[in-house]
């Protein structure tokens, strides 16, 4: 693919053509790369961009290392009435989990509702997606996982628990669905980084150094460990996340979950968990999304003078419209793509784009 650099924007197709030669290129197959590649483009289009192109140079380099696995389908390990348990061996996340939650969808199509946790998983991006997948098929979707644990309890001085992600779907009429998509630290620790290399401080709230002091030093703050939202609230919603998912899967937690990018030879992973309610066994559907819709519109309609409201899920419709005829991507990240493009021998290059206005 080649695209004019007098270009401002790329095309989802365009980038999806471009990230799916390169994941092909270092290992993955056809299938399985242009998979993935939907779910970074996604991401993209989503206004997700921490889960988006740039997580290409690390997946590309943990292929080329052998830590990430290159199947393309989780082993079912159990399968019994409403739930199943996969192992998905280091693959990737956004594979296995767009398994799982066709597996989950299908079983509440039976069951009313489909429960499939995941163990031994690679990053899945954007858990909203998953969640919006179900939304998509007339059911309540959740997803979660856990992550390397940079957390620590209220007035502990030691990280326990990620910032695990929870992802809420629920279909609704005239307007973008609810989709509540949110990690659990106060801050992400991508924000406390950039204040890094920008020298300014952090607001206290957002981390402690590593005896448990809040600081508003970002590099103390990298050194040591992120608070949760909400405090000791924040917190026991992490360690849920953290005990389901694993406890479920049988899979990795706490501190069996290690760091994605420290040692890129190796292996990241994590276990995640999947619930489908098939909204058709509780209710008309229709007459659901009715209700959601006249929620989410009440909120809206319920903001101060001079103010607006974004219900969850609003943005990333929002993002998604704006996006419909491309993206920017910034011109440092495709210089990033275009070195990564060359050094795999392919001669695909991303444009140095700047934002539409």
Sequence with gaps: ??????????????????????LSKAGLQDAAAAGVSRAIVDAELAGLSSHGL?????????????????????????????????????????????QAMQIAI?????????????????????????????????????????????????????RLVGNNPLAVGIPAKDGADFLLDMALSEAALAKVRIADRENRPIPATWAVDKDGTPTT?????????????GGAKGFGLAL????????????????????????LAKPFVCSLLFIAFDIAHFRGVDSLRVDVGAALNRMRQSRSP????????????????????????????????????RDLGLSLRMADVKAPN
């Design 306 to 341: 001079g103010e607006s409201i974004r219900t969850p899920g609003q943005r990333n419709a929002e993002s998604r419209h704006q996006k419909a005829q491309g993206f920017a991507v910034p011109r440092s990240l495709a210089d990033t793509l275009n070195a990564l493009s």
């Design 1 to 22: 693919m080649s695209i004019d650099a007098t270009e401002n924007t790329v095309s989802a197709a365009e980038a999806e053509a471009f990230v799916t030669a390169l």
């Design 240 to 263: 849920a996340i953290n005990l389901l998912a694993s406890g479920l899967a049988q899979g990795p937690g706490g501190d069996d979950v290690p760091s994605m990018y420290d040692d």
């Design 217 to 229: 030093d970002a590099k103390a703050a990298i050194a040591g460990m992120m608070l949760p939202a």
């Design 54 to 98: 740039s997580q290409l140079p690390m997946y590309v380099r943990r292929l080329q290392l052998g830590s990430v696995s290159t199947a393309s389908r989780a082993v079912i390990v159990e399968d019994r009435d409403a739930i199943a348990v996969l192992d998905a061996q280091g693959m990737f996340g956004q594979l296995a989990g767009d």
């Design 106 to 158: 299908e079983k509440s199509r039976r069951f009313g509702v489909g429960v499939v946790a995941v163990r031994n998983s690679f990053h899945f991006g954007a858990a909203g997606r998953f969640a919006q997948q179900a939304s998509d098929s007339d059911c309540i979707g959740m997803a979660m996982c856990n992550t390397k644990p940079m957390m620590p309890a209220p007035g502990g001085a030691e």
